[in-house]
């Protein structure tokens, strides 16, 4: 199963249509909602999506009110009502306990213009070159090719089975659900070689591989120049009179530089993490919920936070099919406090201080290159939990492969030799 997204380009009668749908979803929802606390209320049980669709069709053709139904597609009421069941289903199961993560609430109900547009579709869904054929909405252009997509498909080795189609900012996105025939390679193309990887918050990563070679990958300037623009929006933002409508205004500004600044980075991260998974057989990150657990209320942060879990994503799904494996380092192991030359361990080191420094053995070198090295000999001890992760994949954004620019000689204490550098091409 794989992820393919593609920003759509609209046209305003599609958009309006586009955007009916997801109001139709919304509606299915808080209607859905409605109807279970009702009945939760007298007899301590909800309905399911099948009670749910039942009780629709039975009200929507009553209620003279509810006419507007037959302009949006079917699925998109029968999928909000399933989407309905599964976040009750969650709920219980996580009061119960029974569900990782963190606990969730129940169900809310959407309000418009706070909840995330979203609708799915089944059915009669085809791919052009840059344009994609849906359900009631007909054929709408892509910003992005989707010819690949399409050639899958017409040679039999991928098959949509759905469309999920949202909107982020101003800008509407479909995603589909594909099943794709892949032959995973048994072995990967360079056997024995491993890497350890920092994932930082100046740096997007740091890594330290089996030669010894530091490998850097900066964010790029459009990421950075967006953080600034995203800080300074935020404290306009802050600014503003709630229910104003330069609030609003400033609001749709802080969505846009948001959804900017994530997809530059996705993009960056996409190039670095496919390099790794091609280049190394075995790649070493540190457990997320160590970052996590770094309360840092800081934007950049925050913005940083989320790259972390998405950079594990796509490293999970990528070295899997390039026949290699990500080792993921136990959650309490300390990869920052403990020197990579003679193993002693910190009692603290702050966020701030950005060389490590061995009061034991005098090394000094990089925060990131220390922590990526000791991540690296994780590969070769074997005493790591193997993460066996398949998480959905989306390759929507990413885009060719990082250029691998060779550097004579960085500063690297102890090491001698070339540091590649993954130029994360702006
Ligand atoms: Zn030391």
Redesign the pocket.
């Known amino acids: 199963m794989q992820a393919f997204r593609f920003a759509l380009d609209p046209s305003p009668a599609q958009e309006r249509v586009l955007r009916s749908h997801a109001g139709a979803a919304r509606f299915a929802w808080n209607w859905g909602l409605a109807k279970c606390m009702e009945r939760y209320a007298a007899e301590r049980r909800w309905y399911s999506a099948i009670d749910l669709q039942k009780l629709w069709n039975a009200e929507k053709k009553a209620d003279p009110g509810l006419a507007w139904w037959a302009q949006n597609s079917k699925c998109a009421y029968q999928e909000a009502f399933r989407n309905l069941d599964r976040a009750l289903r969650d709920y219980i199961k996580s009061k119960k306990g029974e569900r990782k993560g963190r606990k969730l609430g129940f169900p809310k109900f959407k309000k418009h213009g706070r909840s995330r547009d979203s609708f799915r579709l089944y059915g009669a869904i085809r791919c052009g070159r840059a344009t994609v054929t849906l359900p009631r909405l007909g054929t709408m252009r892509t910003h992005e090719p989707v010819l690949k997509l399409s050639r899958k498909i017409e040679d039999g080795t991928a098959r949509i089975l759905s469309a999920t189609v949202s909107r982020t900012a101003q800008r509407w996105f479909v995603s589909f659900a594909v099943e794709v025939e892949r032959d995973a390679p048994k072995h990967h193309a360079r056997p024995g070689t491993a890497i350890g990887v920092d994932l930082g918050v100046k740096t997007l990563l740091t890594g330290v591989d089996d030669r010894g070679r530091l490998i850097e990958v900066a964010g790029p300037k459009p990421l950075r120049a967006g953080l600034r623009r995203l800080r300074r929006a935020s404290r306009v933002h802050s600014r503003k009179r709630p229910g104003s409508a330069g609030r609003r205004k400033s609001a749709a500004r802080l969505a846009r530089l948001h959804a900017r600044v994530a997809s530059v980075r996705a993009d960056a991260l996409h190039k670095a993490t496919t390099a790794l998974a091609t280049g190394y057989e075995r790649v070493v990150v540190e457990d997320l919920n160590v970052t996590g657990m770094l309360a840092n209320r800081r934007l950049a942060r925050a913005v940083s936070d989320q790259g972390f879990g998405a950079a594990r994503r796509m490293l999970g799904y990528k070295t899997a099919r390039e026949g290699g494996t990500l080792v993921v380092s136990d959650r309490w192991y300390p990869s920052s406090k403990t020197?990579s030359?003679?193993?002693?361990v910190k009692a603290k080191l702050t966020l701030a201080e950005r060389i490590y420094q061995?009061d034991?053995?005098?090394?000094v070198t990089g925060r990131d290159v220390n922590a990526a090295r000791n991540l690296l000999s994780l590969a070769a001890s074997g005493a790591d939990r193997v993460n066996a992760c398949r998480a959905a994949v989306r390759p929507g954004l990413a885009a060719g492969r990082a250029a691998l620019k060779q550097e004579p000689g960085t500063a690297d204490a102890g090491q001698t030799g070339t540091a590649a550098i993954v130029a994360a091409v702006a």
């Open positions: 020197c030359g003679c193993g002693s061995c034991s053995c005098g090394l």
